[in-house]
Every structure is written in structure tokens, then in C-alpha cells.
């Protein structure tokens, strides 16, 4: 027998599903000593988890390699979302199908009146979501007086979102004498008190290396400046050209504008968010298991126990709340021994935060700038060659066609053509308005002299006009930061909702960040800057803006020849303006509308902030 500590119908079905081994937490519940006894599992995302559990309660739902007849269920298995249990119903319907094994599924956004129905009929396996099950309970629906079994997969997750008041009345619900396995990716203290009060001499089973970044995923912080993050997305997406990738964001309205951002540019796109009903995510995924689609773009929870064989790209958009949802995230590719991909985008005042988390995370990422237009046009070219330098055998008719071809236009005339017909099957890339700082040393930071300020003069040496009576206002962001005009100056228009001519001087200290505006609009701007802020005087890169009434006390930094120099060696006309226009991402520092009656400074017609940087409005005082 290929798999000796297993039921024969079970291994049988391994056989047959193509399995030659078991992974490492599979082999682990399949010994004699994890036999009958509780469980506290950890292991990472993509290791069979799935198939260990279904594995591991062979035992008490099997007699003589079948299925016993029950009027109620015999095992529970409780997932986080509808995904995830959908997944783990489709594993458990090919392990114990030779068993004759009837399985109920009970989610939200289907109906209940149908898996109450099922429920009535008698099945042996129910496998839910936390909402759902409580209310099937609650409706007397859902008997658990005969359960053997009960697991819950995911468990971190599903304290996260909410659920312990759902578990702890379905886990209330079962006999004592039921098994309990609990599955999970970390095992943080919420989990460990869960296991003590359902748990009786629970056998601890981890298969988490010390090295806590999937072994299988390569991956990358790709530093940008905050109105470059679009930009960057869609480099990636060309540069790396992926069979399937998933971007992920923050929230639900995040997911919904980058998904139309990239529809709009030609990538085949889907999204996968909370507003979503269950009929258009199981479409959004069939679309990507079909290849009709290429990206997803999703939120957290939304893309929790999606498995996507051909997954082998993940962009975070928005930096993980933590270095566990980093994981979760990642762990989407790289499965199943194949190799994957996942790259952070870092805003550069964002860059010490990350880098404290992958170091907490014990992830080695290698830091790299955003790719720019011309390496994906480069990797472009490298592609075709490629492909059309692969041996293959032509068809007669095509043969005929290029002979036709040949006597019209020459071989470079057609080689061009064909080169230009393979471009245009594909989004253009973006140029981006900053590819870091120059001059970088090895530790990150630029070198002296390569930063310039803007200028506080003009060109003859008098105050500029409009600044003669200036307030100064401070930046929590400075050198060591990586700040740099060309992206704090957006910044500025947009967190005050000023144009870029309405800021005067940026002085660039080591720690923080000086500038001035006119005083006449001081008083605007600041309420401005508080109405898009967070609870913490912040936006969502964590730079906040405060005023400084003693002003600078370092004088500009100037070039070697003793001027202070252009502000940021950029042509004017580029300056705090993001690609591709207005599709929600970028500055928004263009003419300003009539004001609005929101209020001194509001204004009707001001557009919302770029993506990432959106935070909760705050009423004015």
C-alpha cells in the first residue's frame, strides 16, 4: 500500500488524484500518535492543510471503508470565507467519494433554503462559514448532537474578522466527546486560549520553518513615490507578464478603481471584493481558471483560500496590515512546489515600516526601484525573440502566405510589422514621474549633492512674487526618509488642495521637511490638510503636515556651484502630475474649480485623492 498509516479507501484516492507523497503536515496527522487526539496544527499556506484534516478524521467517520448511514452530521469543518469552504467541500468530495461520503455546504450569498433542505436529508460532512452555520443553529437546522469531528481551518483568520462569538456558540453547540482540530497558518495567543477551553491534550504539530517567508516565493519591495503606485502596477504586470497575477488592496473602493484602471489600459482583469455577490466571484475565478483573465485584483478576506494553480504573481498594492496578512497574501503562489512571486510596492515614507515588518517576518526581499518603460520594452523584445526564434512546423497555407508576403514587402519591412502587431496586442507601459532618488549609495540614502530644493528666488535673486508674507508648515519627513520634491510637491497640492504654484520654498532637512505658502491662504490649506487626515494627523503613508511658525533652521541645501538649483532637475511642466491622467491615481494639482459651500478652502470640483493615500474626511472646526 503506497500510504500505509491511511485507510485503504483513502489512499486509494490519493492514488488516483496522482498524489506519489504525502507533504510533510499530511504525513504528520496520518501517524500513530496524532491518531484520535486533538490537534493544534500550523503550517504554511498552500501545504495541503486540506487534504491533512480530511486525512486525519479517516478514522472517526469511516467503519469497514465506508460511510456510515447518519440522520445528522458527523464531522464540521469551519472556513473563514465562502471561497475557502467552497475549496475545502470540492477536496473533501474527491478523498471520501469511494466512501459514499454526502457533503453539505452552507455559506453566505446562497440559499439557505436549500441547505437547510440538504441539511434535513441527512449528510455526514457540513462544511460552512461562521455566519452561516450560527444561523442554521440557531433555526434548529443544524443538529451537532451525534458530531464527531469538528475543525476549524483558518482559525487566525477567523478571529481576525470577527467570528469568536459565532465559534464559540457552534463549538458550545457539540458533544464533549467530540475531536477538535484546529489548522491555522500562525497560532498567535487568541488561538492558543481557543484551543485550551475546546481542547483536551491537544498534540501540537508545526511544520513552519524558522525561516517564516514561503520557501517557494522569491520576493521584492519596489520602492516608488506615492503618486507612482499605479504606474508601477502596470510596469510589473508587463514586465513580469505573468500567466496569472493577484493585486491586492485595502479596500473594497480600491479594489473597484484599480480593477477599472487596468480594464480601461487592456489588461484582462476580475475583481474580488466584499460588494461582490457569490454568482460574480465564481465567475471572476472561472474566468481566471479558463484564462480569459490574467489579473485579479482583491481584497484580503475576498482571496482567502483561493487556489489558482497558475498563480505565480502577487503585487501588494497597499502595504499588510502585518507581517501574518504579508503571509496570507503571499501565500496564494508558490504552492504546490512551484515557484511564484511577490513583490511589496513601498512608498518611500512607508520604506522603514516594511522593512521592520519583512525583518519581523524573518522575509530576505531584495529592494529594487519600479521598473521603468523601457526595462519592460526591453523584456519585450526579449519575449518575441523568443517566441518567434522556437522551432516550429508550419502549416502549408501559412507557408504560401509568407512566399506572398515575401514578393510585396521585404524582410525587414515585414519583421517590422510583425513586431509592431505583437506591441499592440499588449498595454503600453507607463512612464513613471520618479524612479527614485539619484545617486543612491549602498544603504539607501542618496548621496550629498544630488538632492536640490526648490528654489526660494528667482532667477535674479528677489523673493518670488506671491511670498513676500509666507507661513511655514512641516513635513514628519526628511533625507533619511527619502524625501524628494518631486514627490512631496504632489503630496502637498493634494493633501491642501493647492496647485503646485501655490507652494513656495522646500527645504529638506535630515529628519523633517520644511516648505512655505502665501500667508493669504495659509489658513485654507491647514484646514485642508486636517479635513485629509487621519484620527492621527496622518494620511495613509503616514506623513503628516503641521505648521511651524519658527520656520526652517537650516538653510537650503545648494550644488557645488553654489545655487540652489531647480527644484527637482525636472522639466516644470511634468511636476505633480501622475500617468495616465485622471484615472484616480496620481496628483490632482490641475486648475482649481469655483469653491464650493463645503466651507472656508472647499471646493466642489476637487477630484479624489490618488489611490493609496485615500484616509476617513474629518469635519472641519
Known sequence: MPFENLSPVLSDALVARGYEALTPVQTQVSEDQAKGRDLLVSAQTGSGKTVAFGLAMGDELLEEGRMPYATSPLALIIAPTRELALQVSRELSWLYAKAGARIATCVGGMDASKERRALGQGVQIVVGTPGRLRDHLE???????????????????????????????????????????????????????????YQKDALRISTVGQDRGHGDIAYQAVTVAPADIEGAVVNLLRLHDAETAMLFCATRDNVRRLHASLVERGFAAVALSGEHSQNERNAALQALRDRRAKVCVATDVAARGIDLPTLSLVIHVEIPRDAEALQHRSGRTGRAGKKGTAVIIVPYPRRRRVDGMLRGARINAEWMEAPTAADVRKRDQERLMEKLLTPVEHEPEDVELAQRLMAERTPEDIAASLVQAHRALMPPPEDLIDNGPRGRDGAGRPERGERFERPERGAGGDQREGFEDSVWFRLNIGRHQNADPRWILPLLCRRGHVSKNEIGAIRIGPKETMFNIPRAIADRFAEAVVRSANEDGEDDSGVSITPAPDGPTYPPRRDKAGHSGPRDGAPRSTLGRAPGGDRGFGDRSGPRGPRGPGGPGGNDRYKPKPYGQRSPRRPSK
Open 139 to 197: 433555526r434548529g437546522a443544524l443538529d451537532l448532537s451525534a458530531l464527531r469531528v469538528a475543525v476549524l481551518d483558518e482559525a487566525d483568520e477567523m478571529l481576525d474578522m470577527g467570528f469568536r462569538d459565532d465559534l464559540e456558540e457552534i463549538l458550545d453547540g457539540t458533544p464533549a466527546t467530540r475531536r477538535t482540530l484546529l489548522f491555522s497558518a500562525t497560532i498567535p495567543n487568541p488561538i492558543v486560549q481557543l484551543a485550551k477551553r
